[in-house]
């Protein structure tokens, strides 16, 4: 095993958290009996249909790393393939016996392997939100007040921007809204201002603090019915850097919320994002060995607050969207939370018969910017959603995410321009 | 690397560059399956299309490669393991259904449809595939065949094999070869079942569909004991009903399943059934009544029917986390499976559950009450070396109290690598040997599947065969004398066909006895040469009927001329002289058997070519069971039929195979 192979402990997860309990890394990729109860729900094994592409296959390939068995640097080529063929949306577990948390393995590997899922540019550019959060404000206003001068336009017909690893700026380009406006100002046209004895904190995800101001005002209004919010801007929650960074800064930034956090009261936090939301809801493992900060996480984990807390099925009349209605479930590591249940509960009661159930075979969009790791295999996945909804000829698609709803709205202008999909948030209007 | 590059560069040729991967590891990711085996091959060929198969299997013949087909690989017994290298032909990729047709009551698919993908397509036309293997949502419809899959509606419905009309196959050699169900001669989509691509590559499939059925009824019963609920089921059955479903847990797996699904199942029982009926609400009203009767007499404590969707969901909701809960319990679960005659399964499991308290092993049973197939589920951690075999020795013996008990070491997982030394407690020498027969017939050059089903170095380690009767024995004899002479041989009574008669022909009909009737298991066993007249009438006194019209023509000219395909799936165990006068025995009172070729297929309408027939076990019924009208088109050989009478009868005294006839 080469010395690269063996990153330093604090560069890996002493332990992870399953459904079934805490068990070491290994431990965990020992528990698959390779039964391949997970293999038809992976959305890239039914799109490559492949063992080395399907979960069972990426569990067996890093049990067989971590034993020894597989030499991870003559590998590289494949196992990365492998890895980026993952879109780390756990539908695999929700299906397991055993539980296995195969998304969580794979986030393992690609510590292990060092391996750099996204552009350079991009990932030094989202990395700058936890390191400097100022310098990555301006840096994305920027970034759009170019595109609004039109020289994305430019550069994407002159083909400027497939240079110097630019090229994710033309999908960036075709994902985010035409018109966005900035989230201070949009708080500041609504009257939202910082309230004197706040009893909730919302933490916007990256995309309702810098593309959908509109997702983050409909929080604020469906949280201020039964709370004073204090929302904490631009604020990293150390996400990024769990899926696609370095450990070490997803700990710092998870360390950061929790010492802020305990500093303002110790208040519920709130998020937008279901992928944050999972995120922290896993934050103890980030600290397995530290009882200190394993307990702090855990408190902090215990008072997440999703969106779906202060939502009620609207009254008939104020509904705007087309029925019939579905929902996504993309998220990253898990379908299993709680807010599905609440939100699928309250279109059920809502829409009723107009609710349409998904089948376990549906794909849904790939989560938290895979579009970005692997365009082509994003847009199989994604058109299998939108066969999907256009085979039970559904106009409204409902997420968990700002991001999957950009996603989806992406693929539905495009291929079913009858759809829309709209954050669940905005149900109320 | 055993296969040569030249093999490989040809292959690449054929298949493209990106479908032939030799890199490590993918080789190691295509090196298990289910089970514990993991053996690495020497290559990895993805099939596209259909056609491909026979040339990849051609090249693969030119140079001795062998080779292992493979789909969704969630086989238990290491069938996908390739224990000689060679090549994993990956049909997962082969998923396309082809046609359905609700008019005549089919489908086509190619082999790595998923069995639920095709079950999700049937439902939107109002039909269904009966076959239910409890993997349905990942296994593929060639694997179920390849390992005779059935699930928990096999007690009504059957398993793969009764649902294949017809099938396409490759040889090993890369020869096509079309088999069906309306033509008469052996049942060749029979032996395919279960023979765990070591006889070929299956590349399509026919399938039987049926009319979605509307009205289902399910309950839940505990009892004081195992023995009252599997002697509710052979009531069930002497009065003539037979549920959809019987499914059954011990007490020790109701607890671990209720602690985990809370579905509600009483933790105080010692045994619990779940059964579903089906039919018209009439029927199911009725059949319902004389089911909680039946339950009552046989000490039931609580019935309980679901009275409403939401209900019935929720009496299934433990018995499918079932798996679920073992496996949290522990890294790894080896699931057994083993089947015996229904009314040894009190028994069975009594012993079983004896040996893992004796040897401290933490395993939970379920069970197939109506098949009397179990499946014990050991709870171990396959990283510590002596737990592994502690397991797998523990395994061993649950397969032993099988055999001794009257059955099988495999209802419906196969055998495998796994159980492959097994096959010894089972079988004979003569059977094993007519196993590697059929083996060496299809695959001379042993690249199918290699070292699979039949053990190594199996003469000392088979069991000991079962003496013949008198009259057996004297036909033995002749058979072995008219051999020695190089002279004709056969029976009239099973060859219709006088052309092909010699001189001197043997009779079956000193093979007179009706020897068992048991009204337990619902099955008959009787002599080759007992007119069906006196069969009818033997039955008739006890009040059962069996699926053979009346008439003079002996019980093994019914099963052997081709006339009666119909009674094929009836029939449960059989013994037949061999032309060389060795005697084989496959089945018994068994309604599952996944245990080595299915020898009943392989006799039932070959028309005395391989063999005579002395003896048979088949199905009975408390009512007259419909004798379908099928018209089956003349029996025509093909080359594994040819190959096999060949490897059999290589002097051909035995009659012909039908195109060889001249008239």
């Known amino acids: ?429 | 690397m055993k296969i040569p590059p030249i093999a490989l560069t040809r292959l690449r040729s054929v298949l493209g560059d990106e479908n032939v991967l030799t890199d490590e590891a993918s080789l190691l990711l295509h090196a298990y399956d289910c089970s514990l085996s993991r053996t690495r091959p020497d290559a990895l060929a993805n099939i596209l299309r259909e056609e491909d198969v026979s040339p990849v299997l051609q090249i693969l013949s030119e140079y001795k490669s062998p080779f292992v087909p493979r789909a969704a690989a969630t086989n238990h017994a290491g069938a996908c393991a390739p224990l000689h290298g060679g090549v994993i032909l990956n049909l997962t990729s082969l998923n396309k259904i082809l046609q359905i047709n609700t008019h005549e009551g089919f489908a086509v698919v190619q082999p790595g449809v998923i069995t639920a993908d095709l079950q999700n397509a049937l439902r939107k036309l109002g039909f269904f595939y009966a076959p239910d293997p409890a993997s349905e949502r990942v296994c593929t419809l060639g694997g179920n065949l390849a390992q005779n899959a059935s699930g928990a509606r096999c007690m009504k419905y059957g398993g793969t094999l009764d649902h294949v009309l017809e099938a396409d196959a490759v040889l090993p050699g890369g020869e096509k070869i079309h088999f069906s169900r309306s033509a008469a001669g052996p049942d060749f989509i029979g032996l395919l079942a279960g023979s765990e691509g070591t006889l070929g590559v299956i590349t399509r499939l026919k399938v039987k569909i049926l009319p979605l059925v509307k009205h289902v009824k399910t309950f839940l019963v505990t009892f004081p004991s195992l023995a009252d609920s599997v002697q509710t089921v052979t009531d069930l059955t002497a009065c003539g009903i037979i549920p959809r479903c019987v499914e059954a847990m011990d007490q020790t797996t109701l607890q671990t399943v209720e602690e985990f699904s809370h579905a509600g199942y009483p933790t105080d029982a010692q045994a619990l059934l779940i059964l579903e009926l089906d039919g018209s609400p009439a029927q199911i009203a009725r059949d319902a009544v004389r089911l909680e009767e039946i339950c009552i007499r046989n000490h039931a404590q609580q019935f309980i029917p679901a009275k409403t969707e939401a209900e019935r969901q929720k009496l299934w909701l433990g018995r499918r986390a079932a798996y679920a809960a073992i496996a949290r319990i522990a890294p790894n679960v080896m699931v057994g499976d083993g089947t015996v005659p229904r009314a040894q399964l009190p028994l069975a499991l009594k012993k079983v559950k004896q040996l893992l308290e004796e040897k401290n092993i933490r395993a939970s049973l379920l069970f197939h009450a109506g098949d009397g197939n179990f499946h014990p589920h050991f709870i171990f951690d396959e990283r510590n070396k002596p737990d592994v075999l502690r397991v797998k020795r523990a395994l061993k013996e649950v397969l032993q109290i099988c055999v001794d008990c009257g059955g099988t070491i495999s209802g419906e997982h196969g055998v495998g690598v796994e159980k492959r030394a097994e096959m010894a407690y089972q079988y004979d020498k003569p059977t094993l040997d007519l196993f590697t027969h059929i083996k060496r017939a299809a695959d001379p050059l042993n690249l199918a599947n290699p070292l699979k089903i039949i053990p190594v170095n199996y003469d000392e380690k088979a069991r000991t065969a079962e003496p013949l009767t008198p009259e057996e024995e004297e036909l033995a004899q002749q058979i072995r004398a008219r051999r020695e002479a190089n002279l004709p041989a056969g029976t009239a009574e099973q060859n219709k066909r006088p052309n092909t008669r010699a001189p001197e022909m043997f009779s079956t009909k000193e093979l007179n006895q009706i020897l068992d009737i048991d009204l337990t298991n619902y099955t008959a066993t009787a002599q080759a040469g007992v007119t069906l007249d006196e069969l009818h009438s033997a039955l008739k006194e006890k009040n059962v009927f069996c699926a053979l019209p009346a008439g003079e023509s002996t019980l093994g000219g019914a099963f052997s001329s081709g006339g009666c395909s119909y009674f094929y799936a009836h029939v449960l165990g059989i013994k037949a002289l061999l032309p060389d006068g060795s005697a084989v025995r496959y089945g018994g009172k068994l309604m599952k058997n996944a245990a080595g070729y299915n020898l009943t297929r392989l006799f039932a309408g070959a028309q005395g070519t391989l063999g005579i027939v002395t003896e048979l076990t088949f199905k009975i019924f408390a009512s007259k069971p419909d004798i379908p009208k099928t018209k089956t088109s003349p029996a025509r050989s093909n080359a594994l039929w040819c190959a096999i009478k060949k490897e059999l009868d290589p002097e051909q005294l035995f009659p012909a195979l039908p195109e060889e006839i001249h008239d």
Not at chain 1, 77 to 100: M, N
Not at chain 1, 248 to 266: K, M, P, T
Not at chain 1, 397 to 410: I, K, M, P, W
Request: charged share 25%; glycine share 6%.
């Open chain 1, 1 to 429: 095993m080469t010395k690269k192979f063996l990153p330093t402990p604090h560069e890996t997860l002493r332990a992870l958290h399953t459904p079934l309990g805490e068990r070491t890394v290994y431990d965990s990729a020992a528990h698959c009996t390779r039964c391949g109860s997970c293999q038809q729900t992976c959305p890239s094994y039914i799109f490559k249909r492949q063992e080395t592409f399907s979960p069972r296959g990426r569990n067996q390939a890093f049990r067989l790393v971590l034993e020894g068995k597989l030499n991870p640097q003559a590998n590289k080529p494949l196992l990365e393939e492998i890895l980026f063929s993952c879109t780390l949306c756990g539908r695999c577990t929700q299906t397991c016996a055993g539980k296995i948390p195969t998304a969580e393995h794979m986030l393992e590997l690609r510590r292990r392997l060092q391996t750099k899922m996204l552009p350079g540019t991009l990932h030094a550019l989202l990395s700058l939100r936890q390191k400097s959060p100022v310098w990555f404000g301006h840096t994305v206003r920027l970034g759009l007040l170019l595109r609004r001068a039109g020289l994305v336009k430019i550069g994407r017909t002159l083909k400027l921007t497939d240079l110097f690893g630019l090229g994710w700026i033309n999908r960036a380009d075709e994902l985010l809204p035409r018109k966005i406006t900035r989230l201070s100002r949009a708080l500041a046209q609504h009257g939202c201002t910082a309230p004197e004895k706040p009893t909730l904190i919302y933490l916007p995800s990256l995309e309702a603090e810098f593309f959908l101001p509109e997702l983050a005002l409909s929080t604020l209004k469906a949280a201020s019915k039964k709370h004073r919010v204090s929302v904490w801007r631009n604020t990293a929650s150390g996400l990024f850097e769990y899926v696609y960074g370095d450990l070490r800064q997803s700990r710092l930034a998870v360390r950061r919320l929790i010492i802020r956090r305990e500093r303002e009261g110790s208040l519920p936090l709130l998020t937008d994002s279901i992928d944050v939301f999972t995120f922290l809801k896993r934050a103890p493992q980030l600290f397995a060995g530290n009882k200190h900060w394993e307990e702090k996480a855990r408190r902090l984990a215990e008072n997440l607050v999703f969106v779906t807390d202060f939502l009620s099925a609207p009254a008939k009349k104020t509904a705007p969207f087309p029925t019939p209605v579905r929902l996504d479930y993309s998220a990253l590591f898990t379908r299993e939370e709680a807010p599905f249940a609440a939100a699928e509960k309250i279109l059920k009661t809502h829409f009723k018969k107009n609710f349409v159930e998904c089948f376990y075979t549906d794909a849904d969009t790939p989560a938290f910017g895979y579009g970005f790791v692997r365009n082509n295999l994003a847009r199989a996945m994604g058109l299998q959603t939108v066969r999907a909804v256009a085979q039970t000829q559904t106009p409204t698609v409902f997420t968990l995410s700002g991001l999957a709803a950009l996603e989806l709205n992406r693929l539905f202008k495009r291929f079913y321009p009858n759809a829309k999909a709209a954050h669940v948030v905005n149900l109320h209007g």
